[in-house]
Structures are given as structure tokens and as C-alpha cells.
């Protein structure tokens, strides 16, 4: 399938935003992306074990202080992210009774739901040739008249922009901006076979599907995936994230999640993924995307293999592509 770029205005260099379903370019993601808008001040929220309940209550404010240094995975707000070639976001959801709104979640309590969306909305209304997957794979105390609500208002926020999943068995950039689609939400429940304007859960496969406890693992494991994966119809996205047992993680209550894992383990799934050309992948996420300048090496991966695209040049946010097919 054919990839758009976007063009440095300063240079001659093209940095790649976004490739569909196309098993041989890749996609700089973000992992837990909307975690950049969770604060210390906020409530531990319900995706926590009841051991790290029960210890961040115990102790207050220095509990969630420790929370919000092992959870949050991003230091970019979506708008940053989205400036630096991020095109597949990530989020976990859960229903706050107290307000009555959505929250996004990573250990505590982030913004609105409405609010990131509504940052990447208004990125896409000045960039009409960009297209963005919005993959919503963990919801909590949530029922089936909530799931009914927050569909409606990513409805709302999104309308005509949303990529129905009936034309997935199809999907080219070329047929996206003919139809004015931008947005491919990817949504983990039952429900959304009622609603053609969403894509199921198994539009999407994971690998590892569970995060190993060390980087020498988790090479390991990419290594075994990247030469047996699996032909699949969607998307397949390789996390290349570590998590710590939550032992280990209380070892060391007093670093980080960025000091003891991600500054390790960004730079050498960079690394992994320049040193061949990895088939078989085309959405990758790790934490801390800005780490390595991780997007940037993917980009210079897609451009290097040669792939049959369309440039755009984009000066100061203005794009400008042309108009020849961009074919599978």
C-alpha cells in the first residue's frame, strides 16, 4: 500500500505520519498515549491492582505521587504528539459516577476523554489529508447503557470523519480522502456490532500480548514474533514495552518508570527495529515516543525501503499533497 509523507520545509529530508494496513511500513505510536494528562493530584483510578489501592490511600499524597511515577507513560500532550508523527493512540476509559463523565486512565485519573479528542479533532480539521487510529482497548465501571453514551459523544466529536469498519475489507489513504474519513476508532466491546461506524477489537492483534519483566525478554520475543507472524487481515502492532513485576516496582518506589524502564527500553526497540528491515509490523508502540527520536528512525525505515508514496510538504502545519492514486 502506497504511505503519505510529510515534507521538512527547512530541509530536503521527508518524515513519514502514516501508513494503512500495509505490513512492511510502520507507525509511530504512542503506548498508553492520553497518560500525559494524568496527575498526582487526581484520584487513583480503577485500573490499579488492590495492593496499589490500598498503598496509595495509605499514604496520601506521597502514594499517588509514587502512582504517577511508575504509570504515566508519555511526556507529550496529544497535540505534541501529534506534531511529532504520532498517528494510532492508545487509551484506557472509565466512567467516574461522581461527575458523570470519561475519563482516560493510567494508574490515576486523567482528563476528559472528550478532551483529547477533541485536541486530535482539531488537528485533522487543519490537516484534511491525515488519518488517525483511536484504539479504546480497556473500559471500567462501565455498563451497556454507559458504552451507548460514550459512543455517542465520540459520535459527536468525530461525525463524518469516522471510518465506518464495513469498508475494512478495502482501506487505502486514497479511498480515506476521497470519502472524507480520518478517524478509525477501535473500540474493545460488544457492543459496537451495532454501530457500523466502529471497529472491533479483533481488527487489531498484539505481540507480546502481555508485557514481559526485562528488555532481554522482550527482544527475544519480537525476535520469535518478527520471523513467525502470523498473516492477518488488520492491524498488528508490536508493543515494545517492559513492565515490572509490582514487587520490583516497590523495590524501587522511589525512581521512575522513565528512569528504570523507558529510557533502557525506547532506545533499544529503536535500535532492534534499524538494524533489518522488520516485516509483518505496521503499528509499533513503546513509552516515551520522543525518546531516541523513535518516530523518526521509523520514518527513515519507510522512506529507505522506497515505498510507492505521495509526498507532502508541510510549512507551518500547512499541507499540501498531491493528487495522484495512492494504491494498495
Known amino acids: 500500500m502506497g504511505g503519505v509523507y510529510i515534507h521538512d520545509g ?141 459512543l455517542s459523544i465520540i459520535t459527536h466529536c468525530f461525525d463524518d470523519k469516522l471510518c465506518p469498519f464495513n469498508t475494512g475489507s478495502d482501506v487505502s489513504l486514497n479511498s480515506l480522502w476521497n470519502q472524507g474519513y480520518q478517524v478509525i476508532v477501535i473500540y474493545h466491546h460488544e457492543i459496537i456490532n451495532e454501530y457500523d461506524n466502529f471497529w472491533p477489537g479483533t481488527s487489531i492483534n498484539y505481540y507480546p500480548p502481555v508485557a514481559p519483566v526485562t528488555s532481554a525478554e522482550l527482544i527475544l520475543q519480537l525476535e520469535k514474533h518478527s520471523e513467525n507472524a502470523p498473516e492477518t487481515k488488520y492491524f498488528k502492532c508490536l508493543r515494545g514495552i517492559v513492565s515490572y513485576s509490582k514487587r520490583k516496582c516497590l523495590s524501587r518506589l522511589s525512581s521512575s518508570r522513565k528512569h528504570e524502564i523507558s529510557t533502557k527500553v525506547t532506545p533499544e526497540i529503536t535500535t532492534w527495529l534499524q538494524e533489518k528491515h522488520r516485516e509483518n509490523l505496521n503499528i509499533v508502540i513503546v513509552d516515551y515516543m520522543h525518546l531516541s527520536n523513535f518516530v523518526r528512525h521509523l520514518v527513515y525505515q519507510n522512506v529507505s525501503r522506497g515505498s510507492n508514496s505521495t509526498s507532502v510538504s508541510l510549512t507551518n502545519g500547512e499541507m499540501s499533497v498531491p493528487q495522484e492514486q495512492v494504491t494498495i
Open 10 to 150: 527547512e530541509s530536503s529530508r521527508k518524515t513519514t505520519f502514516f501508513f494503512i494496513k500495509e505490513s512492511t511500513n510502520k507507525i509511530g505510536c504512542s503506548h498508553a498515549s492520553f497518560s500525559c494528562t494524568v496527575s498526582h493530584f487526581n484520584d487513583i483510578s480503577p485500573d490499579n491492582s488492590l495492593l496499589v489501592k490500598v498503598l496509595g490511600n495509605i499514604s496520601c499524597c506521597v502514594g499517588r505521587e509514587r502512582i504517577y511515577q511508575w504509570s504515566r507513560t508519555q511526556d507529550l500532550s496529544v497535540t505534541q504528539q501529534l506534531t511529532s508523527g504520532v498517528r494510532y493512540f492508545e487509551a484506557q476509559v472509565a466512567a467516574r459516577s461522581r461527575t458523570g463523565d470519561f475519563r482516560v486512565v493510567c494508574g490515576l485519573y486523567g482528563d476528559e476523554l472528550r478532551s483529547c479528542m477533541t485536541e486530535i479533532k482539531s488537528f485533522l480539521d487543519t490537516h484534511e489529508k491525515e488519518v488517525i487510529i483511536l484504539d479504546i482497548n480497556n473500559f471500567y465501571n462501565m455498563d451497556d447503557i454507559l458504552h451507548m453514551k460514550l
